[in-house]
């Protein structure tokens, strides 16, 4: 291992630790004195300035002059920080708002620190092209890990709360006491049979909408339209459909009754787009060279589509249509407002009677805390919600895994 | 049952119908065709004869693709496609208002440039056509068959259940052949069918191109001239979407009329 080497993993290392300070001051807003930040980046700068003048002196190449010249704007961009008062107040500007200094440092040192792990790939690489390329390799990898951050923190965090609250008596009965006591037995028994409802009635509509789209319609203005309307209803907001269910399914069609059928369908209305688009999908992906090798055959369209475009796109509609399910399992606006009661609800036992149902469970029980005693209760919820949702996806990851079809 | 439309179609529609001289299967008429706006076939005028092979020679984008897409009506999965004039099949005309798309493709059988078995079994490729056909037939009868004749029952008889797309390309050329043979049609359409192949692959077509014309009638669309010599009885060359020359292919290829059939048979254009 050369020095030049040495100095680069040095620097990696140094402002890696530079970048999780810097992190660790946003995300818990502990405060960092400005000679924390200034200190760090000198001993960055310091560390440049070596590594610079080593690699210059090994080989009187300009680009070996790099981290010096770096070294020397990291030692400015230190010394130009000292000049950010300690609060810098916006109202003079019309915006009520007084930024820290601390917040500012902290930025510098995430900014920075990042910045110069990816530039040490350079001097590790002696400045050749293979440098640039790790150096970039190591960008994306930082991403993805930031990406993936927040889904295992949400994982980890609802599983550590969670799991101390699901017990027999949890999974087995219903709710006693305002949720202080008892389970949800009801509830999951409402959130399955919601989804069941719900695929029942979007399966249908979605294929045969997707086969429409994708086989029968020209590729023309009224084809466009229906899509754009696929398209907003994808973007509706839930909380719309779950007015819309009410105003429409509950007081035209029910009645004023809530009940588990106006549920489905307002979450069947929410689903469709998602079953509709992936199925399209699906069927587009089976090569036109198949229809046309079935109709040369002297099929029909139909029979085209049945025996041949259908079966290879049937795993990725049931994906697409899974993965909707999955969306609708979790949903509480559609279904507040249509379908479920925090309790009395009972099991499902008709269409047309109220049931309870596992996020609006949750939402109720967050209300709830601070004047009763359920908040064991509702990360044991969060928890059971998880799994189910979780359990849907990785179901449906299964399914087109197992019947991937190659063409 | 096609007879009987037929005998049907002759007496209601004289129009439709056209004696054709004897020994000739297909007959176009001042075929023209559109896509959108760009006229890909203009005035083309050829006759197909019965247990003969046709080949349609000529350079890239001249239109002998579309043209042989044109004699069982496939352009019509294009929408913006247009035709004007008339193909005679057997003196019925198959742009007819009445004519029946499907009972056209089950007479005249099309294989593609790619290999495009389905993703099913060997046999159930082969049994396909009979079975959207309604045709009523015994599945293993007709697979040894239609195997047979397309020569490559031998390499498949021992797998006819596995998938399809686990055959070389080569073998899936000469499947999807196979495949065409099972609606037993009269005509078969090849479009440019060797163009994926390797060169023995390509010779065993070749081979089997001769063994059908016993049976039925072949137009083949090649790019290769070597193979339109080899294998066809008559050659069309094609140029900017119009038919230049027509004619037996000893004479287009050693006594050509035009002087652009020869410049591209020559191979000093094109």
Known sequence: MSIRKLLAIWIFFVSIVISLIGFHSLAVQSEIEYWTMAGSLILLSISGHACGIHNYSTKKDGKNLFMLIYGSVILTIAALSFYIPDVLDLRPWEIYARIPDHFFFALIMLFVGIFTSYLSFRPYHNYNKEGAQSGALYVLHVTILLTLLPLFI????????????????????????????????????GTLAMIALTAIIVLPLGVGTAIYLAEYARKGLAVRLIRTAVNILQGTPSIVHGLFGYAFFVLIVFNGQKCLLAGALTLAILTLPIVTRSAEEALNAVPGDLRDASLALGATKWQTIRKVVIPPSLPGILTGTVLGLGRAAGETAPIMFTAVYFSGAGTPRSLLRPVQALPYHLLSLYRLVGYRDVENQAWATALLLLIIVLGINISAIIVREKYRQRF | MIKKILEILKEDCECAYKGLPKGMKMRVDDFDLWYGKTQAITSVNMNIQKNKVTAIIGPSGCGKSTLIRSFNRMNDTIPTVRTEGHVWLDGYDIYDDTADCVEIRRKVGMVFQKPNPFPFSIANNIYYGCQVNGMDVAKDEVVERCLKQAAIWEEVKDRLSENALSLSGGQQQRLCIARALAIEPEVILMDEPCSALDPIATAKIEDLINELKKDYTVVIVTHNMQQAARVSDYTAYMYLGELIEFGKTKQIFENPREESTEKYITGRFG
Not at chain 1, 173 to 181: A, F, T
């Open chain 1, 154 to 189: 949400i994982i980890f965090n609802i599983i550590f709360r969670g799991a101390g609250g699901i017990t027999y008596e949890f999974l087995t009965e219903d709710i006693v006491s305002m949720g202080e006591q008892g389970g949800v037995y009801p509830a999951i028994l």
